[in-house]
């Protein structure tokens, strides 16, 4: 038997996949619990054009994250921290202060987790940070740290 998947099945395949079951599988336990639909012509068709949808989608958001990665090559931020006589920093500067600086000097929202930063921040100066926009897109960024 057929059958387009709605879910990912563990062992089975990922949503919007056209498997062979046995038919006790499919009839049994996939189409009862909606986690299939039998692969007709119609069904056929729709899950084709919601394929090309998806690889089109995907598309489009690894174009953007392309052209963000450019942007972000350009821009330097500067991190203003507390630091102490001995040029030693209170506390620690991490993804979300350069999220917040990046978002506060040039409007760009880029979350926080997708940001880190090479190596570590001991005192002002100059460092690295590196930014996984998506899969196949990775940038890094100038981050100055300053006392502030």
Do not use: C
Request: charge should be positive; hydrophobic fraction near 40%; glycine fraction near 10%.
């Amino acid at each position: 038997m057929k059958v387009i998947l709605q879910t990912d099945v563990k062992k089975v395949g990922a949503k919007g996949d056209v498997v062979e079951v046995s038919d006790g599988y499919g009839r049994n336990y996939l189409l009862p619990r909606k986690l299939a639909i039998e692969a007709n012509a119609a069904n056929l068709k729709t899950a084709k054009v919601n394929a090309e949808n998806k690889a089109r989608r995907l598309q489009q958001e690894a174009d953007e994250a392309k052209l963000l990665g450019a942007q972000l090559e350009k821009i330097s931020v500067k991190v203003p921290v507390r630091i102490g006589k001995d040029g030693k920093l209170f506390g620690s500067v991490g993804g979300s202060d350069v999220a917040k600086a990046l978002k506060e000097t040039h409007s760009l929202n880029v979350d926080k987790r997708k940001i880190s930063i090479a190596g570590e921040v001991t005192g002002a100066g100059i460092y690295e940070a590196i930014i996984k926009l998506h899969p196949e897109v990775v940038t890094k960024i100038k981050v100055e740290v300053v006392a502030g």
